[in-house]
């Protein structure tokens, strides 16, 4: 299974709709289990930064198949240096350690990879604070699991 495009622009659609709902305009980006872009949604009124904050949050959850905001609270209270050292892979691999990005995966069938089958990741960006981000990303990533 594939993030195919009509799955993808529901999804950027809906995230645009539930930053609304809260009162922020958002960008919503979307990559593939590789981390490679497959959409970035900038609503008009969003800040100009915001595509490329979402996108430093979904290829970080795509590379750790995880949410951003468990991860940015695990490093930040255990361990601070290790949140230094992905930071320095930024230029490399436009990572951004920050809530607001929620790997997709789908459970997995009985005989499969117990891991579950990850889709790709999605990355939220321009809330406040970040938490709402990462509130947005992992709702959408429920969502998505009913549409697949």
């Not at 594939?2 to 979307?30: D, M, P, T, W, Y």
């Amino acid at each position: 299974m594939k993030l195919n495009h009509e799955l993808v622009a529901k999804i950027s659609a809906k995230a645009i709709e539930e930053g609304q709902k809260r009162g922020f305009n958002i960008s919503c980006a979307l990559v593939d289990e590789s981390g490679r872009t497959v959409s970035v949604l900038r609503h008009a009124d969003a800040s100009w930064q915001t595509p490329e904050f979402a996108l430093g949050k979904a290829r970080l959850a795509s590379a750790f198949k995880t949410s951003t905001g468990a991860m940015y609270a695990r490093l930040q209270k255990d361990r601070p240096l290790y949140g230094t050292m992905l930071a320095s892979y930024n230029a490399r691999n436009d990572w951004m350690l920050a809530e607001g990005g929620a790997a997709i995966k789908l459970e997995a069938e009985a005989g499969e990879n117990h891991g579950g089958v990850a889709l790709g990741a999605i990355g939220i960006s321009g809330c406040f604070p970040a938490t709402i981000d990462q509130e947005i990303a992992d709702g959408l990533v429920e969502w998505i699991r009913t549409q697949v």
